[in-house]
């Protein structure tokens, strides 16, 4: 039998935090995305469960977490997987990261590196500034009210059905429609819309994102770091799976069929995946001289060079 993950709470801070935690084993924190919640992760905890100790929060303003008006900013939500991993008396964690959870894992990584093993980067924000015109709307004045109104009770069971007979059609464009009908729902919470604006405001306007790590991905080289995307990607370019890369992020895979949930894509080949990754590179190990030196020198050598020719990322 499959190890379970039944959702648990902590109060950190005075807000109540809820999570999933399952399994014995390297500890793996999974982030999720924009407006999801732990459960984007339900079909790949209890496999992962069998050979790590699985911790998947609902980010504050997500899911069952409180939705304060405080600190949505990747720094905050950085800050807050410290605190949760600390409560739980856990050390060190490989973390994953989907969607803008993969702006918090790397935010984390870069904030707590004495505290990061591996880092598994899941169709990523913070890679390049291209991101769905859907999201860039949230960022406009009058958002709030667009989306009180788009959710109203009326009419949310009509927009709802068709967003998941439209992903039930098999186009690529719209293979992940059922996944935003869950956003839609979620959306119709006051405060989780006014956490997704507040959040949204914090790295993106109406031009994209404007908060990325691509000026400090050279510190990649200090840490394992693994990049997975589903090339049919309507959020994020899969184009920007090529940017990790050139960036010298060591290990890049694309799936083939697959859109902005390849982990839910293909459930399977995502914990084989993260599994022989996890096997393959040993933990990173925090040295403060070697930090130290890094950042003095920053990409400077890789400016001041000849850049290589990018690696290719991996088809699946």
């Not at 790397?106 to 913070?126: D, H, I, K, N, W």
């Amino acid at each position: 039998m499959m190890p379970t993950a039944e959702l648990q709470y902590v109060v950190v801070h005075g807000y109540r935090r809820a999570y999933r935690t399952a399994g014995t084993g390297p500890a793996l924190l999974l982030v999720h995305g924009l407006a999801c919640d732990s459960s984007t992760w339900d079909e790949v905890i209890a496999p992962l469960a069998e050979h790590f100790t699985v911790i998947a929060p609902d980010l504050l303003g997500h899911g069952e977490s409180d939705k304060p008006d405080a600190d949505y900013s990747l720094g905050g939500y950085a800050n807050a997987m410290r605190d949760l991993l600390t409560i739980l008396g856990v050390d060190k964690v490989t973390v994953i990261g989907h969607s803008f959870g993969g702006g918090v894992a790397m935010q984390f990584a870069y904030q707590f590196p004495e505290r990061t093993e591996r880092v598994v980067l899941v169709s990523t924000g913070g890679l390049g500034r291209e991101v769905t015109p859907m999201i860039r709307m949230l960022t406009l004045p009058g958002s709030g009210t667009m989306l009180a109104v788009a959710t109203a009770k009326p009419w949310r069971p009509f927009v709802r059905t068709g967003l998941r007979a439209l992903a039930g059609t098999g186009w690529s464009v719209t293979r992940d429609l059922g996944e935003v009908a869950r956003i839609y729902d979620a959306m119709a919470e006051p405060g989780a819309r006014n956490a997704i604006r507040r959040l949204t405001g914090n790295v993106l306007d109406w031009r994209g994102q404007f908060v990325t790590m691509t000026d400090r991905t050279y510190l990649a080289q200090l840490m394992p770091v693994l990049v997975v995307w589903g090339r049919q990607d309507q959020v994020i370019p899969v184009a920007h799976a090529a940017h990790a890369a050139s960036h010298s992020l060591s290990d890049v895979r694309v799936f083939d069929d697959s859109g902005h949930f390849p982990h839910k894509d293909h459930p399977a080949e995502f914990v084989a995946m993260v599994t022989a990754f996890v096997q393959d590179n040993p933990p990173a190990i925090y040295h403060r001289g070697k930090w130290r030196a890094m950042l003095r020198r920053g990409d400077q050598a890789v400016l001041t060079t000849v850049p290589p020719a990018p690696s290719s990322p991996a088809v699946l």
